[in-house]
């Protein structure tokens, strides 16, 4: 079994940059709703205490939708969405990190779960 390690990840011109914390052994989350089937991100759900935000703040954009419980995030410069912040179903402040936007990761070694958003 791997352990947590911390990885840097950002968006694509570079702006928004942020370290995490996170064990990519454990399956992240492929999804069909109407923002992920579009975007084709693959999600690790984290606690806002393992996620740092180094920088670009200013150049974030918000985007709700649905139950508009999740801030989505975009960089305004680029347009990628490489992480969300939100309240998990404990209560706990989390943040959802796009794995396709984490430095120096092999997608193809990361296991998947799918999960049906559509249907919800």
Do not use: W
Not at 34 to 46: A, D, H, K, N, Y
Not at 56 to 70: A, H, M, P, Q, W
């Amino acid at each position: 079994m791997a352990e947590a390690k911390t990885y840097s990840g950002g968006c694509h011109c570079g702006k928004v940059r942020y370290e995490v914390t996170l064990d990519l052994a454990e399956p992240a989350i492929t999804c069909n709703c109407s923002m992920c089937g579009r975007s084709g991100t693959m999600l690790r759900f984290v606690p806002a205490a393992s996620f740092k935000l180094l920088s670009g703040s200013e150049v974030l954009t918000d985007y709700r939708f649905n139950s508009k419980v999740i801030n989505h995030l975009f960089c305004s410069v680029c347009g990628i969405k490489s992480f969300a912040s939100g309240v998990g179903k404990d209560g706990l402040e989390t943040r959802a990190i796009n794995v396709r936007c984490l430095d120096d990761v092999d997608l193809q070694g990361v296991q998947t779960k799918h999960v049906d958003g559509k249907s919800r």
